[in-house]
């Protein structure tokens, strides 16, 4: 069964000051790892998509890179409008095409 | 949001009473999926469509129907609500090769 770990449930932080989210999973065989970030009332917007141990992608302050059992949400010098709670969800050959096993989420805090 | 409105965005309803939401969708996406998102579970899959007519069960779907008459419509029906299917309902698309979904604002359903 493929499995999606989110850590930490939660994250504050002082605007400027980096860190990262984990996305720890278990699949087997991996067609893509994917990143969502949520606001409050809204649904998910989608960020991400790693195909392959190695691979980066970027998007302004975000940075998500993977390897063979876990990614990483890097956020440089973040800002408060980049407080929400961000998901990982992948989709694994046994789970079936194009369907997503979703983590809990990092709900993430970043005060002025 | 990618096309996808959600109706209604808000229902409290009683338990054993049937209860319809409805996806609509303005991109001509071949994939439309619905999820629940309950605190400490995440978003979890109960439904989806790879076209008019044909659909499949999700992780939870015990409970739930659905159908598809048109491309851009999908509905989830609870025959006989209960409490236990409280929770945020949102819709997914996603187009043939991109597995990335967009999803819409989401529908919140109260059973009491």
């Known amino acids: 069964e493929d499995q999606v770990t989110q850590s930490p449930e939660a994250l504050r932080l002082q605007e400027g000051e980096s860190s990262s989210l984990n996305c720890s999973y278990t699949v087997s065989g991996l067609r893509g790892l994917f990143w969502y970030r949520q606001d409050p009332g809204k649904g998910p917007e989608f960020l991400f998509t790693l195909y392959s141990a190695g691979e980066e992608k970027e998007k302004e302050r975000l940075k998500a890179t993977l390897t063979k059992k876990e990614s990483f949400l890097h956020i440089t010098a973040p800002k408060p409008e980049d407080s929400a709670t961000y998901l990982c969800a992948v989709e694994g050959m046994n789970t079936g095409f194009q369907k997503l096993v979703f983590g809990t989420g990092t709900r993430l805090l970043v005060s002025p | 949001d990618a096309g996808i409105t959600q109706s209604p965005r808000h229902k409290v309803t009683e338990t054993g009473t049937p209860v319809t939401l409805r996806c609509h969708q303005t991109e001509n996406h071949r994939y439309m999926y619905w999820y629940r998102q309950d605190p400490g579970h995440g978003l979890r899959l109960i439904h989806y469509?790879?076209?008019?007519?044909?659909?499949d069960k999700g992780e939870v779907s015990d409970g739930y129907s659905v159908s598809r008459s048109k491309t851009e419509d999908f509905l989830l029906t609870l025959e006989s609500a209960t409490s236990s299917q409280t929770s945020v309902y949102f819709c997914?698309?996603?187009?043939?090769?991109?597995?990335?979904?967009?999803f819409g604002q989401g529908t919140r359903l109260t059973v009491v």
């Open positions: 997914a698309i996603s187009g043939l090769g991109n597995t990335e979904a967009f």
């Open positions: 469509s790879y076209g008019v007519k044909d659909t």
